[in-house]
């Protein structure tokens, strides 16, 4: 009995920690007490393999972790991709060993931008509709959240392995451009709200994620360019040297690099070699946000206008960064940080790689100004990162690169951008344009500024059942300067004849 209470004792004693910890009363005889914890490590591995979905198999436990082996496993994919690669990569899991089962979130095969999309299913709708199946069906603290996808799947499955169990694993897969240089490299997770894009998430890292270049064969030339884009901001903002080696080959000969595995993944390589020390020393240094937030203020406010502008073709967001990089040029030579050499090189660059580097024509000043003041880092002025020359971001006397930009300078570099367009004689090369040119030639083929025929119109499709008339639908009082919606109009599954949004979707 004795020695039953000592070992007792000797466990009690072997803690470390106070029994108690006391609060404060301070001079006003208020209670003060606090707890806290150390937080979660934000650790994520990135692992490069061409034919990594080929050779999912061989593949399957060293990309899910060990504790996750004996446990049920969910692999999250939209409508799209699953059609692709979805029955491929659960048999790839199954077959190598890990317990896996598929569920399938919705995707529109076509929006306005002519391009399949599942910007539109990034809900809250849809996020419960996941955690049902996955509850129903059986979940532990060890159980996989496997994305495969681009950047929206992405994003739902980190908000949903951040959610169960108040966290269990997360693996990224991603199949796109933009997930491979950017939606998929980061800690951040979200869903969209009626009210705006990305208001619903948390931090969360994925223990590992998977970049396939070859499952880009399957993607279309401009989806990749828009996740070329996101890697040309690192490129301008932190090396001559990656500029370059990314706009030679696509300048060169672009539909050939764009479909060469070994460029993409020099381009995804080169990217997160430079990505990484923003993500690792984020908060040290506004330096961190500024880099991958370089053109983003004016590209969201010209992004957003180009689907709710009539007569506008739609912009990709890489598209729009693109746009934004070169207007962003303008500020920093207006308020005298750069030279006109440095902004001819912008257009050059950017233009050479296939990207545009106009504010599309329909767009007006006034509207794109009024939008300025949703970007997230506007607080009295838009607020940006400037270059001094290619690879090296201004860096103000307090040590801070984030730069306030007066109202007036933003619209002389808006006027400036739309001046050089309207006196360009060149004929355009990049593939936005080219497609906007063939939408406004035969408009009889084209609908919502791209192809009607679209080999993306023949699967099932929630817009499927859009009129011609959906231009107008919205009402001649629609004003694009002051709208807040946000991403592509399109039809609402609940309701077919409408073509806003809804609590529903």
Known sequence: MSSTTMNKSESTNSLTQPKVIAGEIDEDNVYRNRFYRPGKVLDSNIIIE???VRNLKKRAKEYVPEKCHESKNYLIVDEIVDEIYGEQVLKGFNDGGVETYKIVVPADAVDESGNPSAERHKTLAVFSGCCDQILANGISKNTCIISLGGGVVNNLCGFLASSLYRGITLIHITTSMMGMTDAAIDFKQAVNHQL???????????????????????????????GISEAMKHALCQSRKMTED????????????????????????????????????????????MVPQYGHAVAHAVEHLSFHSKGVSPLLHGEAVAVGMCVTAEVAKILGICDQRVVDEHYKFIGDSGLPVFVPDGLSLDAIQNKLCYDKHY?????????????????????????????????????????????????????YTIDAVKAQSNPSTFKHGFPSDSTFMTSTSSTSGSSEGDDDSAGEDWDPATATSFGPKSVCVCAPNTVEYCSCC
């Open 246 to 289: 990314m706009v030679g080959p696509l300048s060169e000969d672009l539909h050939k690099a764009l479909r060469d595995p070994v460029y993409l993944e020099k381009v995804c390589r080169d990217c997160i070699d430079h990505k990484v020390p923003t993500l690792i020393h984020y908060n040290e240094s506004d330096f961190n946000e």
């Open 50 to 52: 061409n034919g990594g």
């Open 379 to 431: 607080v009295k002025k838009p607020t940006m990162g400037l270059l001094v020359d290619i690879g090296e971001v201004y860096c103000q006397e307090d040590g801070n690169f984030a730069v306030e930009v007066d109202n007036h300078v933003i619209r002389q570099a808006l006027e400036a951008n739309m001046n050089r367009r309207n006196n360009c004689l060149e004929e355009p090369k990049d593939l």
């Open 196 to 226: 705006g894009k990305n208001l619903l998430g948390s931090y969360y890292p994925a223990t590992n994620i998977i970049i396939d270049p070859e499952v880009l064969q399957t993607l279309s030339k401009r989806h990749i360019l828009n």
